[in-house]
Nanobody, 125 residues
Framework: QVQLVESGGGLVQAGGSLRLSCAAS????????MAWYRQAPGKQRELVAA???????NYADSVKGRFTISRDNAKNTVYLQMNSLKPEDTAVYYC???????????????????WGQGTQVTVSS
């Protein structure tokens, strides 16, 4: 299994900014797509932004122009810069990564699609 550890969440006023980070670790051979999802109370988890290993990005319409996803492949880390935050951005934000890893126990290569524990982002009005 690949471990994903998020950081950077917190409480911010509307119009403010936050930067989330997510570092992947483990017997990683490759990371294809890294993404941020969010889940607000009573709602389904939704894709916020995604970035491929080549740098192609995809954003939810609700965050276009306000959020920027980036990654540092050397550090196996993905970032989400969130500007002009709105109360409706309040949610638990989850990091997701998928790729291939080495399992030393079985001496085999496996695909993985793993999630972080989530970090709370609260935007007050």
């Amino acid at each position: 299994q690949v471990q994903l550890v998020e950081s950077g969440g917190g409480l911010v006023q509307a119009g403010g900014s936050l930067r989330l980070s997510c570092a992947a670790s483990g017997s990683i051979l490759s990371i294809n797509t890294m993404a941020w999802y969010r889940q607000a109370p009573g709602k389904q988890r939704e894709l916020v932004a995604a970035i491929t290993s080549g740098g192609s990005t995809n954003y939810a319409d609700s965050v276009k122009g306000r959020f920027t996803i980036s990654r540092d492949n050397a550090k196996n880390t993905v970032y989400l810069q969130m500007n002009s935050l709105k109360p409706e951005d309040t949610a638990v934000y989850y990091c997701n990564a998928e790729g291939r890893r080495f399992d030393p126990a079985s001496v085999k290569i496996h695909n993985y699609d793993d999630w972080g524990q989530g970090t709370q982002v609260t935007v007050s009005s």
